[in-house]
């Protein structure tokens, strides 16, 4: 699966304002249901979800990267938005340092291939210490998105 497949780069959050993981999680779903990308009136119910989710595993990989992700009913098809800090956020990440790039991700509850596809196209590149690295230096919207595009398209990524 390509990120152009499931992100949402209307969405894009080049630098975050919230500086704690509860309030970057807020923003980023805001975010989407702002792009019309979740059922109506189901913003609140997927952050607290995705808060509570978070709050018994933290998404945070290490390396100045976290995904948090949720399956919800609002969503028919798996969305994503990318949000960056340049300051950089507590999310209780396995190494203990501070995330720099979040990838929030909701999925269908009713599409687990779906859920996992998107999730392995994630990891496969944030797994890439070149991409990581490429990804925090966007500072741009354009930037993000081209970055996303040229990693869909070229196999070596």
């Keep these: 699966?390509?990120?152009s497949d499931f992100v949402c780069f209307e969405a894009?959050?080049?630098e975050l304002q919230a500086g704690d993981r509860d309030g970057v999680i807020t923003e980023l779903v805001s975010s989407l249901d702002k792009a019309g990308?979740?059922?109506?009136?189901?913003?609140?119910?997927?952050?607290?979800?995705?808060?509570?989710?978070?709050?018994?595993?933290?998404?945070g990989m290490g390396k100045g990267v976290a995904m948090p992700h949720v399956k919800h009913e609002?969503?028919?098809?798996?969305?994503?938005?990318?949000?960056?800090?340049?300051?950089?956020?507590?999310?209780f990440a396995l190494d203990k340092q501070p995330v720099?790039?979040?990838?929030?991700?909701?999925?269908?509850?009713?599409?687990?291939?779906?859920h996992l596809q998107a999730m392995e196209s994630l990891f496969k590149h944030l797994?890439?210490?070149?991409?990581?690295?490429?990804?925090?230096?966007c500072r741009s919207s354009?930037?993000?998105?081209?970055?996303?595009?040229?990693?869909?398209e070229?196999?070596?990524?």
């Design 154 to 157: 070229d196999p070596s990524w």
């Design 1 to 3: 699966m390509k990120f």
């Design 37 to 59: 990308r979740l059922g109506k009136n189901k913003c609140q119910e997927i952050t607290a979800e995705m808060i509570k989710r978070e709050d018994e595993a933290s998404t």
């Design 100 to 114: 720099y790039s979040v990838i929030l991700m909701v999925s269908p509850v009713d599409n687990p291939d779906k």
């Design 142 to 152: 354009e930037q993000i998105r081209e970055l996303l595009i040229e990693a869909d």
């Design 74 to 91: 609002a969503v028919a098809d798996v969305v994503a938005v990318v949000g960056q800090s340049s300051a950089g956020v507590g999310f």
């Design 12 to 14: 894009t959050v080049p």
């Design 127 to 137: 797994q890439q210490e070149k991409f990581r690295r490429f990804l925090r230096m």
